[in-house]
């Protein structure tokens, strides 16, 4: 069977696949699941187009690392093909444990256990079945083999993983923000001392790339109307939970039953395998199923919850710079609690506060180093005559307030 494939992917054109390892890798069921697991979650009810998978994102992901150690080794810079497989394969696997909706619901069906966690996790178990094949790809994915640059390029400031995402969620959201020049970033990358640096013609791409980040995640990842889609849905699933612990009857493929019926903590899942195994057989369409079924249900929060998920009847969603005081939002809970007639120990279901942070470049994570024509390394804050990049290194925190759009009329003020 010939296994260098060549796939036609919208971002970049043709992606080949490299080796029969790495064929076998893209293969592999944890893989496949990938194609199921929409890469930036409730996004396409703001963007329509952005209902692109997991799947793609890590073949792109994979591409451009290999355009990346093609740019390095034509500067001298020693990657063995071992070396070269490792890192291909690492990239490839590095989101093979995210969960349904990504980020979503990450912490939500288990609780304290990060994606990062679950791709190790896979990751070991692939290579417990390949005879050791991703021992080197796992030491690059955990930062513990010596030529470092290898394991800023999978995870870092400046990282292929973000190289991608930016470009693919920019293409396929429309958001022309998020558009970066990954070809001349690549171009533009060298190392020094086994660390990864950029030239410093490089230097207003990697700005570029900072500011396209800082936009993405104010217009795409952190809308306020994906906000509260993305919150409906932790809710509906906080909800199924405290059913199933009362003992009420709820429609669930056998692996969602299985982590809404049992509380599993990160200890806990990584002592008992089986944790795993239903957890590999998730994505979108069993979470989805079930939200579909459920608009049925005789629970009248999760019927409405998921009633209004589905026809994208989202709640009102208000970004404030400050925290909002308790006396507005005990306002906005007892107009939700005489407007729907609910009870008080459910009215968290109907108006919520979520704080979110945003910072587009974080020194204290490792940094982007730029390597200066005298031959001097400077870090990119330093180098840069960009004025805002301090700004760009600082959190920038906001407070989400959610409330059905039925209480906007009521007279409760938010500002």
């Not at 396929?172 to 690549?186: C, H, L, P």
Request: proline content about 3%; aromatic content about 10%; some cysteine.
């Amino acid at each position: 069977m010939n296994k260098k494939k060549i796939i036609n992917d919208p971002v970049y054109g043709f992606i080949s696949i490299p080796s029969g390892f790495i064929f076998d890798l893209i293969q592999h069921p944890y893989f496949q699941r990938l194609r199921y697991i929409k890469q930036v979650s409730m996004t396409h009810l703001v963007y329509p187009g952005a209902l692109h998978t997991r799947f793609q994102h890590a073949l792109g992901a994979m591409h451009l690392m290999g355009l990346s150690l093609e740019t390095l080794r034509g500067k001298g810079v020693i990657v063995s093909d071992e070396e070269e497989e490792a890192a291909l394969a690492a990239i490839l696997l590095h989101d093979i444990g995210h969960g349904p909706f990504s980020h979503s619901l990450e912490h939500t069906l288990v609780e304290g256990v990060s994606h990062e966690l679950l791709s190790a996790l896979m990751m070991n178990e692939l290579n417990e079945t390949t005879g050791g094949r991703l021992d080197l790809a796992i030491e690059i994915f955990n930062n513990r083999y010596p030529k470092k640059f290898l394991h800023q390029l999978v995870a870092g400031q400046l990282d292929i993983d973000r190289m991608d995402y930016l470009s693919r969620d920019s293409f396929f959201t429309g958001v022309a923000e998020g558009v970066i020049s990954f070809d001349r970033i690549i171009k533009m990358l060298n190392v020094v001392d086994n660390e990864l640096v950029v030239e410093q013609k490089g230097i207003y791409s990697v700005e570029k790339f900072l500011i396209a980040r800082r936009l993405m995640y104010w217009q795409v990842y952190l809308h306020k109307t994906v906000l509260s889609a993305e919150q409906m849905l932790l809710k509906i699933l906080q909800r199924a939970k405290e059913l199933y612990e009362s003992g009420a009857s709820l429609f669930a493929s056998p692996s969602l039953e299985h982590f809404l019926r049992n509380k599993v903590t990160r200890q806990n899942f990584t002592e008992d395998a089986l944790h795993l195994v239903h957890f590999s057989r998730l994505d979108d369409t069993d979470i989805w199923s079930a939200v579909k079924t459920w608009t049925y249900h005789s629970d009248h929060i999760l019927q409405l919850l998921c009633s209004r998920l589905i026809a994208r009847s989202l709640y009102h969603t208000e970004l404030h710079a400050a925290v909002p005081g308790e006396e507005v939002i005990a306002q906005l809970k007892a107009a939700a609690v005489n407007h729907f007639d609910i009870d008080v120990a459910d009215v968290d279901y109907y108006v919520w506060v979520q704080a979110i942070e945003n910072s587009a470049y974080e020194p204290n994570n490792g940094t982007i180093k730029i390597l200066m024509k005298d031959g001097n390394i400077q870090d990119i804050a330093e180098a840069s005559d960009l004025s805002n990049l301090e700004t760009l290194s600082r959190k920038v925190q906001k407070f989400a307030v959610s409330f059905p759009k039925e209480l906007v009329k009521a007279p409760v003020s938010i500002d």
